[in-house]
């Protein structure tokens, strides 16, 4: 089931009971993972020309835990009612605490969302994004990490003080195929209503470059009637 519908049991997460695996092993098995699976994603899209979602195209809704909330569940990706293995209910209608839901995002507010995996340099784009937050209190910023560990999840959350950023878990990686992810990271610029406003950047930028394209993603909303609420 791809929804996180309902309120399911807390995710416990380890206990002192149990052994905990090596850290670095771990570490080294979930990179070797990524690099399979990037390097496999980026064969199949760059052979076609494809890299992230194209401008212009609504971006693919998806309702999906919050890393720090209670909800657990796979990614509801519906597009429309019972829509099999995706959901039974549409993404866009599934609300509510602890869910990351990205149609409640992009409604009127421009969106910068990042997917990323929790491995090497890539969690480093949620401090930059997290960095600028303050500075553009009318546009949101969120996200989203390609399956990996929840409990790691949460202390990345909890080192980098994410106040200003929504972290989503993406438990079984269905986003990775939805966004045509071919880098890590990858950060979309959505405007308000959902349509890619550029292309993603497909590295980890610096804070400089990140800002420069938030710039472009207000002006771009404010030139298609967008206006930030008063503050």
């Known amino acids: 089931m791809r929804r996180p519908e309902g309120t399911p049991p807390p995710d416990a997460g380890p206990t002192s009971a149990q052994p905990r695996p090596p850290r670095y092993g771990r570490y080294l098995w979930l990179l070797a993972v990524v690099i399979i699976v990037l390097l496999t994603i980026n064969r199949s899209l760059s052979s076609s020309g494809q890299t ?18 209670n909800v657990n ?5 519906a597009t ?3 829509d099999g293995s995706a959901g039974s209910r549409p993404a866009c209608q ?4 602890g869910i990351l839901n990205v149609c409640e995002l992009y409604e009127g507010a421009p969106l910068v969302l990042a997917l990323f995996v929790d491995a090497s340099s890539c969690p480093a ?18 996200a989203v990490a390609i399956k990996g560990q929840r409990q ?10 994410l106040t200003g950023v929504q972290v989503g878990f993406d438990r079984d990686g269905v986003l990775a195929s939805l966004y045509e992810v071919v880098s890590c990271p990858q950060v979309t610029f959505v405007l308000p209503g959902g349509a890619a406003e550029s292309r993603p950047l497909l590295s980890t930028p610096t804070l400089a470059a990140l800002r420069a394209r938030v710039n472009e993603l207000v002006a771009a909303a404010k030139a298609r009637g967008w206006r930030a609420p008063a503050r």
């Open 52 to 69: 992230g979602v194209r401008p212009g195209r609504v971006i693919p809704a998806f309702a999906l835990p919050l890393a720090s909330g």
């Open 73 to 77: 569940g796979d990614a509801n990706v």
């Open 80 to 82: 429309h009612a019972n």
């Open 94 to 97: 599934v609300r509510g605490s």
């Open 125 to 142: 784009v949620v401090g930059e994004m997290q960095a600028l937050s303050a500075s553009y209190p009318e546009v949101r910023f969120a």
């Open 152 to 161: 790691r999840l949460r202390m990345l959350i909890a080192a980098r003080g």
